[in-house]
């Protein structure tokens, strides 16, 4: 029988480690205040840490993108114009932006945050409010009613329903024309269209004619004899716009306003709306030659962001009332129809 020993005082295999330092026994692999020395546990540390800078960065850029999103470059690829008119859907990175620093436990990322949310607020924020006043002289409504609409008659009926005093439509066509010609003209006694772009009134109209902002016509004015005096009212389908690999493709769009603004800038009469799709939100840099000197009645008087298209989930408003010389006391979007955009219409004062 044999006795396990030790030689020159070491202790045997699987025995503790005396500390001399302190007294205190450690196993081994342990440091003496019992933390661990394995490295897997300081590298996911270190990356808990990285991601929450890379979260806080994420804000910031954000805030960034949104207060000064006019400060993007429009080239390459029009991307300030592409920024703008997507602008309120930043929003959607905010719960993405918060879940990061929560996972990450940081709360350097998580008090970020709130620098984005208090700038989009402070953009879009008061867009949310309902800014709506009672009052007003006429009610004007804009419908993109799709060249393919199946059912004009039943589009026609739902907007007489809106008791409009003004109608404006945009992409009729040969087909359709007629079918909307018959189904307002108890309501709306005076009407020119021409083109895909038409105007029906309760109020008599003269001096209307097409404008020639693109080789088919696709934009019209007219003046609309009110019981308050006259109203220039100029109706205007813009061409579409596309995004694809190579950017947003916006060159004839603007082309086409450019034109529509030229028009709208010589004009003489002192009350002015313009409406219809303009395939363009009011932030969108490209229609400054219009917005510049015209105010949106849905962000001055309507609720909400008002997003007009694809009528079944709208992610845009691109539908719009502009008016000079005139102002809105309210602003909203009406129940779908059977085209792809919802009508839009305002209820305007004419003033003295």
């Given amino acids: 029988m044999t006795t396990a020993r030790t030689v020159s005082g070491a202790p045997a295999h699987g025995a503790e480690h005396d500390d001399p330092s302190d007294g205190t026994t450690t196993?081994?692999?342990?440091?003496?205040?019992?933390?661990?020395?394995?490295?897997?546990?300081?590298?996911?540390?270190?990356?808990?840490?990285?991601?929450g800078t890379i979260t806080t960065a994420c804000s910031v850029l954000l805030a960034l993108v949104i207060a000064g999103h006019r400060l993007i470059p429009d080239d390459p690829g029009h991307l300030g114009s592409l920024v703008e008119t997507l602008l309120p859907w930043t929003a959607l990175a905010l719960p993405a932006l918060l879940a990061a620093g929560l996972l990450r436990r940081s709360r350097t990322a998580t008090a970020a945050l709130l620098i984005p949310v208090t700038v989009w607020l402070a953009v879009f924020g008061g867009r949310l409010a309902d800014k709506s006043s009672p009052g007003g002289d006429l009610t004007v409504v804009s419908h993109n009613v799709r060249q393919e609409n199946p059912d004009p008659h039943g589009t026609a009926q739902s907007l007489i329903a809106s008791r409009a005093d003004v109608l404006a439509l945009q992409e009729l066509s040969p087909d359709t024309a007629p079918a909307y010609e018959q189904a307002l003209a108890a309501t709306y006694p005076h009407h020119f269209y021409q083109g895909t772009v038409g105007l029906w009134s309760r109020y008599p109209l003269r001096d209307a004619r097409p404008l020639p902002i693109m080789p088919w016509t696709r934009a019209l004015r007219a003046t609309v004899d009110t019981p308050r005096g006259p109203l220039a009212v100029y109706v205007a389908h813009l061409p579409s716009v596309r995004v694809t690999p190579a950017g947003f493709t916006v060159g004839t769009r603007d082309e086409a306003l450019g034109r529509l603004a030229e028009y709208v800038r010589a004009e003489r009469a002192r009350r002015v709306v313009v409406v219809g799709d303009l395939n363009g939100s009011a932030d969108d840099r490209s229609l400054r030659p219009l917005t510049r000197h015209m105010a949106s009645a849905q962000s001055t008087a309507g609720e909400g962001l008002g997003f007009t298209w694809p009528a079944r989930f709208p992610v845009v408003r691109i539908d719009q009332i502009l008016l000079k010389g005139v102002r809105a006391t309210s602003a909203w979007s009406l129940p779908a129809t059977t085209s792809d955009h919802l009508p839009v219409a305002a209820r305007i004062s004419l003033g003295p």
């Fill in 27 to 51: 196993e081994a692999g342990s440091t003496p205040q019992g933390r661990s020395t394995e490295p897997g546990r300081w590298w996911r540390a270190a990356r808990s840490r990285r991601g």
